[in-house]
């Protein structure tokens, strides 16, 4: 975002619902310490500003699905994807098909990544489906968040995607249109594959906007499952299940030395990571309360554990320690 922004994009929109966390830090080096528990989105809009008050931005803090995708991107050009999870470079790929737009799509797993080009305004583009027909297992494809990643690993790979985006508006050169471009920084060994339109994968992209909007990529991709609900608890209803003493399990799935620390309830420490060899620990009489910063991965936990292990007595803590802060801890203050 930054080169974009010094070269002067006359327009720029950033799609981000989540919130900085301190995890995040360590490779995302736009935020620092004094922005911890803000939006991400307005965040990244006020500091770019100030490095270029002539390209305008545009932020939309919510999280992109088949209702809103095709509206956002439908205003933009190109459109660069970055995030984290399988199941919104579908999405992404296959609003981009509709709308035929250009999609410069970049991932990183631990200490490798890749990089590529899908330029839908040409009639033979081949797509994100033409390099990964299927999504990998749920197990298999956890987020940076989850699986780490080396801390530099986001910041090549953005600049990588930047330069692809710049050759693009200017025309320069040759773009890794049907070609994947990877990386393993442990060695430095670059490779560039190319890769083909493929006929049967295409057919599986939705063709239409009504097509596009019925579709479910979360389950397309296993990331759930459509008999087992997610109870969530409000911080409101856990403050309350505190207070009156009831028997309950408070288990942070946060990782070691993550901060803020809660000083209000006692909980066992079980990092996400860990959760699948530590299940013994975690009680199945009592009602287990799972909480993590914001509440999205203490919701994976709940669901591995649901599918996996049978769990019947889980719930999640709704918007995690952020919410508990700002509704329950500041009151206390107070």
Known sequence: LQYLCA??????GIVDFDVVEETNLQRQILFNDSDIGKPKAETVKEKLQKQNPFVEIEVFNTKLSTENALEIISDYEIIIDGTDNFATRYLVNDACFLLKKILISGSIFKFEGQVS????????????????????????????????????????????????????????????????????????????????????????????????????????????????????????????LITSKELIQIVDVREKGELPEITDWKSLKIPLSEIETRTAEISKDKKVILICQVGMRSQRAVELLQRKFAFKNLHNLKGGVTEWIKTISKKQEV
């Open 7 to 12: 070269a002067g994009v006359g327009k720029i």
């Open 117 to 240: 080009v899908f330029d839908f305004t040409k009639e033979n583009s081949p797509t994100y489906r033409c390099l990964f027909p299927s999504p990998p297992s749920a197990a298999h494809a956890l987020s940076c968040e989850e699986i780490g990643v080396v801390g530099v690993l986001p910041g090549i790979f953005g600049t990588l995607m930047a330069n692809e985006t710049i050759k693009t508006i200017v025309g320069i050169g040759k773009t890794l249109s049907g070609k994947v471009l990877m990386l393993n920084v442990l060695n430095m060994n670059f490779q560039t594959v190319a890769f083909e339109r493929n006929a049967e994968s295409v057919k599986t992209i939705p063709q239409t906007a009504t097509a596009f909007k019925k579709m479910d990529y979360e389950f397309f991709c296993g990331n759930k499952t459509e008999n087992i609900p997610i109870a969530e608890i409000s911080t409101i209803e856990l403050a309350h």
